[in-house]
């Protein structure tokens, strides 16, 4: 408020200083020619209408210095307030901004993140099922395999019976031929089984 003041007293301090200064060459103008006599009626000064003048002047200056420079004062100040509100809330908004912006920009880097962590455990767990299928295929192969030589055991020890039993009924044979006379006691199948298998 003030400020207002200071600023209307200024205004009205010019104000008045330059009427002074436009009023003094036109009265000594109008003095001069007063002396010289005979001079023009514009130059000639009317002591009365200049102090009307004078009393007008002040009372509209007073006048505007109390209602209308106040209000001229305050409508700037007012206008400046908004405009300074504008720039401030600009201000916070270009800082939520960088702040938004800085948020997203780290939760997408998280995102990043957990994105190449799933990708690792994913290639982990890959891995890990590769390794588990390839145990499980060689203890298959190690199954089927051992399965396969029991089964070539078993089936070499009845093939490996069956050739010794041929073979004692071959000799049993060829022994009854020979002796003319055939030889069924167990004694005697027990020897040649015995002698088969020293041979086999």
Same mark, same amino acid.
């Given at each position: 408020?003030?400020?207002r003041?200071?600023?209307?007293?200024?205004?009205?301090g010019?104000?008045?200083?330059?009427?002074?200064?436009?009023?003094?060459?036109?009265?000594?103008?109008?003095?001069?020619?007063?002396?010289?006599?005979?001079?023009?009626?514009?130059?000639s000064?009317?002591?009365g209408?200049?102090?009307?003048?004078?009393?007008?002047f002040?009372?509209?200056?007073?006048?505007?210095?109390?209602?209308?420079?106040?209000?001229i004062?305050?409508?700037?100040?007012?206008?400046?307030?908004?405009? *300074?509100?504008?720039?401030?809330?600009?201000? #916070?908004?270009? &800082?939520? +901004?960088? /702040? @938004?912006? !800085?948020?997203?920009?780290? =939760?997408l880097?998280?995102a990043r *993140?957990q994105?190449?962590?799933?990708?690792? #455990?994913?290639r &982990?767990? +890959?891995e /890990? @099922?590769? !390794?588990?299928?390839?145990? =499980?295929?060689?203890?298959?192969?190690?199954?089927?395999?051992e399965?396969a030589?029991?089964e070539?055991e078993r089936?070499?020890?009845?093939?490996?019976?069956?050739?010794? =039993?041929?073979?004692?009924?071959?000799?049993?044979?060829?022994?009854?031929?020979?002796?003319?006379?055939?030889l069924?006691?167990?004694?005697?199948?027990?020897?040649?089984?015995?002698y088969?298998?020293?041979?086999?």
């Amino acid at each position: 408020m003030s400020e207002r003041r200071n600023r209307c007293t200024r205004v009205l301090g010019t104000s008045v200083a330059s009427l002074a200064a436009l009023a003094l060459p036109a009265a000594l103008a109008a003095q001069e020619a007063a002396e010289g006599g005979g001079g023009s009626p514009i130059f000639s000064v009317d002591i009365g209408l200049t102090l009307w003048t004078w009393v007008l002047f002040l009372l509209t200056l007073g006048i505007l210095a109390w209602k209308v420079f106040p209000w001229i004062s305050g409508t700037l100040e007012d206008r400046q307030r908004k405009i *300074q509100d504008t720039i401030d809330q600009a201000a #916070e908004d270009r &800082e939520e +901004a960088r /702040r @938004l912006l !800085e948020r997203h920009r780290k =939760e997408l880097s998280e995102a990043r *993140q957990q994105a190449q962590e799933i990708v690792s #455990e994913s290639r &982990e767990a +890959a891995e /890990r @099922l590769r !390794e588990e299928m390839l145990e =499980e295929a060689r203890r298959e192969r190690e199954q089927m395999a051992e399965r396969a030589r029991r089964e070539l055991e078993r089936e070499r020890e009845r093939l490996s019976a069956q050739v010794r =039993e041929e073979a004692v009924d071959v000799a049993l044979a060829a022994a009854g031929r020979l002796l003319k006379e055939r030889l069924d006691s167990e004694d005697d199948r027990r020897l040649v089984e015995d002698y088969v298998a020293k041979l086999g």
